[in-house]
């Protein structure tokens, strides 16, 4: 049980465009998911926090406009990096909580975007 | 601020052997909870162990231990009979029982299991 899945798992796409990362929970509900960024040989960088039919809540430095997360349901959440560049490049990852256990993160597999 | 600092950014073991990876925290409350988790090459997420702060006894999962010392704010974790497939990055994570439940990840740990 609580297993996560991330979409695509890889991506590569041109400077300026927009690129859509999924996380689902399978088989729980996930009244809050996490957006996490990491750079090779580092650890995980929390970028935002997300609650189900809310707006998500975004850590110090990271831009909103650039990183828009959507929680539309308790088994979906959406980051989509508009207008990305290079710099955009790393690996994303979700992770999510149970309605129970409510400390305990679930982690997705993780998305590595590549911007050219 | 809330911080996890892992002092030992690489460790190496034999295979068979044992090994330990510290970590050790600052928070000023007193309900909370501690993770070590395993970051293979596949670069997925896996919980190795956790640790509620209320409960004094150590968590153990099979070859998995940690020696938890809350006054001095230490959690380290003891890998025994190492196996090739331990060969990963640990993360030692804090989240406090709060409404945030963010989780705070200390620098993490290169291990590498020698045959």
């Known amino acids: 049980g609580a297993v996560v899945s991330q979409h695509p798992s890889w991506v590569i796409c041109k400077s300026g465009t927009s690129v859509k990362i999924e996380c689902r929970s399978l088989?729980?509900?996930?009244?809050?998911m996490f957006w996490y960024r990491q750079f090779p040989k580092q650890s995980l960088m929390l970028m935002a926090t997300s609650n189900e039919g809310s707006k998500a809540t975004y850590e110090q430095g990271v831009e909103k406009d650039k990183f828009l997360i959507n929680h539309a349901s308790l088994t979906l959440s959406t980051l989509t990096v508009t207008s990305a560049h290079p710099e955009d490049s790393s690996f994303y990852i979700c992770s999510a909580t149970a309605r129970q256990g409510l400390y305990e993160q679930y982690f997705g597999p993780g998305t590595r975007l590549t911007v050219t | 601020a809330q911080t996890v600092t892992q002092s030992q950014p690489e460790m190496s073991v034999q295979e068979a052997e044992t090994v330990t990876l510290s970590c050790t925290y600052d928070t000023s409350e007193s309900n909370y909870y501690l993770f070590w988790y395993k970051q293979p090459p596949s670069r997925q997420m896996i919980l190795v162990i956790r640790?509620?702060?209320?409960?004094?006894q150590n968590a153990t999962e099979n070859r998995f231990s940690v020696n938890f010392q809350k006054a001095a704010k230490s959690f380290s974790l003891k890998i025994s009979d190492s196996q090739l497939g331990d060969t990963a990055m640990y993360f030692c994570a804090f989240i406090d029982g709060g409404a945030t439940n963010k989780l705070i990840f200390g620098t993490g740990t290169l291990l590498a299991v020698q045959p």
């Open positions: 088989d729980f509900q996930a009244t809050t």
């Open positions: 640790q509620e702060a209320y409960k004094q």
